[in-house]
């Protein structure tokens, strides 16, 4: 069974990079039955779909987003990771990894248990 | 760009009452492509629906979705303790290519 570990550092100051990566136990990243993807929460509010990598290596961004957000793949190490940068205080959430499951018609079936990460002067 | 509006933003009912969640988008979106998540306090969503009617693995018959074109249902026929929570409709497809709604949330009356 697929389980996904967020990692990567809670504080990060406004105009730098924020670095997440996930790592993937049970199956393969290089899987062509999966997309890898990134979700995050705002306190206090909903979920917001950042961006999606295919084993391919084609990704998919929210266009709301995507001049700042990189996604890849490192197959030697079962791990996708999400680059987001210039981040302001309004990028302060908890980040969810998540694996949408071709097979479940694209919804999201397996997630992490999410990191938080600041933004903070 | 879709957008998914969730009504009602907060639904008051006791344990054993039936719950009506609303998903309306703002264009068609095929129902293969809809999907229910439940999340509580402190946790990661949980995936309890896709393809609007489609129950994830291990949720209870007692939870259920329908709809198309713009409009989908999810239902909880009797509220256990354990339904209590914030409930999110997301779509695949239209761009944003996954979207979720704004979310309502199930309280105890």
């Known amino acids: 069974q697929l389980q996904l570990q967020e990692s990567g550092p809670g ?14 136990s049970g199956g393969s990243i290089s899987s062509s039955s999966y997309y890898w993807g990134w979700i995050r929460q705002p306190p206090g509010k909903g979920l917001e779909w950042i961006g999606s990598i295919y084993y391919s290596g084609s990704t998919y961004y929210n266009p709301s987003l995507k001049s700042r957000v990189t996604i890849s793949v490192d197959t030697s190490k079962n791990q996708f990771s999400l680059k ?3 981040v302001t205080a309004a ?13 479940a018609n694209y919804a999201m079936d397996v997630w992490g248990q999410g990191t938080t990460v600041t933004v903070y002067s | 760009e879709i957008v998914l509006t969730q009504s009602p933003g907060t639904l008051s009912l006791s344990p054993g009452e ?15 492509y809809l999907a229910w998540y439940q999340q509580k306090p402190g946790q990661a969503p949980r995936l309890l629906l896709y393809g609007a009617s489609s129950r994830a693995t291990g949720i209870p018959d007692r939870i259920s979705g329908s709809g198309s074109g713009t409009d989908f249902t999810l239902i909880i026929s009797r509220l256990e303790p354990e339904d209590f929570a914030v409930y999110y409709c997301q779509q695949y497809g239209s761009s944003p290519l996954w979207t979720f709604g ?4 199930v309280e105890i009356k």
């Not at chain 1, 504080?11 to 993937?24: A, H």
């Not at chain 1, 990028?91 to 097979?103: E, Q, R, S």
């Open chain 1, 11 to 24: 504080l990060v100051k406004p105009s730098e990079t924020l670095s997440l990566t996930c790592t993937v």
């Open chain 2, 18 to 32: 039936r719950a009506t969640l609303s998903c309306r988008a703002s264009q068609s979106v095929s129902s293969t």
């Open chain 2, 102 to 105: 704004q979310g309502t949330k």
């Open chain 1, 84 to 86: 987001l940068s210039s």
């Open chain 1, 91 to 103: 990028d302060t959430a908890v980040y969810y990894c998540a694996i949408p499951n071709i097979a």
